[in-house]
Nanobody, 118 residues
Framework: QVQLVESGGGLVQPGGSLRLSCAAS????????MGWYRQAPGKQRELVAL???????VYDDSVKGRFTISRDTAKNTVNLQMNSLEPEDTAVYYC????????????WGQGTQVTVSS
């Protein structure tokens, strides 16, 4: 059974930092591109960042220079360090795992709420 379990969300003031983590189980972690998406109220879900099995990151322009994605193959985890948070970053953040071997196979976590507010 595949599980992606996110943690680390919460309430933070503008300019603050949070670190999201996602623990993956039930998949061959090394063969998956891992990513983070987010969905704000009334908006479509959007890509925040992803990282390939080789460790190459890709970021949405809105988070470049503020967010850092990383993966730990030994622990089967992917992390998102979020700095200089803005109210516009408020959303539910979802961890994803996209197979490199099977086209169209993508798993999603249940999401964790991030709220940036004073």
């Amino acid at each position: 059974q595949v599980q992606l379990v996110e943690s680390g969300g919460g309430l933070v003031q503008p300019g603050g930092s949070l670190r999201l983590s996602c623990a993956a189980s039930g998949i061959s972690f090394s063969f998956y591109t891992m990513g983070w998406y987010r969905q704000a109220p009334g908006k479509q879900r959007e890509l925040v960042a992803l990282i390939t099995s080789g460790g190459s990151p890709v970021y949405d322009d809105s988070v470049k220079g503020r967010f850092t994605i990383s993966r730990d193959t030994a622990k089967n985890t992917v992390n998102l360090q979020m700095n200089s948070l803005e109210p516009e970053d408020t959303a539910v953040y979802y961890c994803t795992a996209r197979s490199m071997l099977v086209a169209g196979r993508t798993y999603w976590g249940q999401g964790t709420q991030v709220t940036v507010s004073s």
